[in-house]
């Protein structure tokens, strides 16, 4: 198990996923999945303000990825990319397997209440420890026209698509 994150835990997600490979591989291939951000109460009048928002970005230490060595390897197969078996440098994946196992996804928020943040589009496990939440402003996160994804644009990928069902 990967150490405590080196950074203030602000919260806790509450979903109902406990082990990475059946965790679908993207919070936008999950939205209908409805997860809970439990703030801790040191970081509760943060959220003051986060329920005028659609969306935010979720800042996650990812606490138990699956580790084959320490440090990562720099070139990994991601799971999109099990049936080619196809190597790829670690800053050109999302996977969990990374120099410092931040997770960023992006929620659709359904509740902000004095305690909690609740939202769809769960891509992280059940304990999964909070480093920040950021609300998504278009103008400033929407790039303009279409811009190029690398390997990404190559595959496609199913709603719900986890580690474990891609090969």
């Not at 936008?28 to 999945?33: E, G, H, Q, T």
Request: aromatic share 8%.
């Amino acid at each position: 198990m990967a150490s405590a994150p080196p950074l203030p835990v602000i919260g806790i997600v509450r979903s109902d996923y406990s082990e990475t490979e059946h965790t679908p591989v993207q919070s936008s291939l999950n939205r209908a999945a409805y997860g809970t951000v439990e703030i801790d109460a040191a970081y509760r009048d943060g959220l003051d303000g986060l329920d005028g928002f659609d969306y935010a970005w979720l800042l996650t230490w990812l606490h138990r990825p699956h580790r084959e060595e320490d440090p990562p390897a720099l070139r990994q197969v991601p799971f999109l990319l099990r049936p080619q078996r196809r190597l790829i440098g670690i800053f050109a994946t999302r996977g969990p397997r990374r120099v410092n196992p931040i997770g960023l996804s992006l929620i659709r928020l359904t509740e902000v209440s004095g305690d909690a943040v609740r939202f769809a589009g769960v891509d992280v496990l059940d304990g999964t420890p909070v480093l920040d939440i950021k609300p998504y402003v278009t103008r400033f996160d929407r790039p303009p026209g279409e811009p190029r994804c690398g390997w990404f644009d190559e595959i496609t990928m199913a709603d719900g698509s986890t580690p474990a069902g891609l090969g």
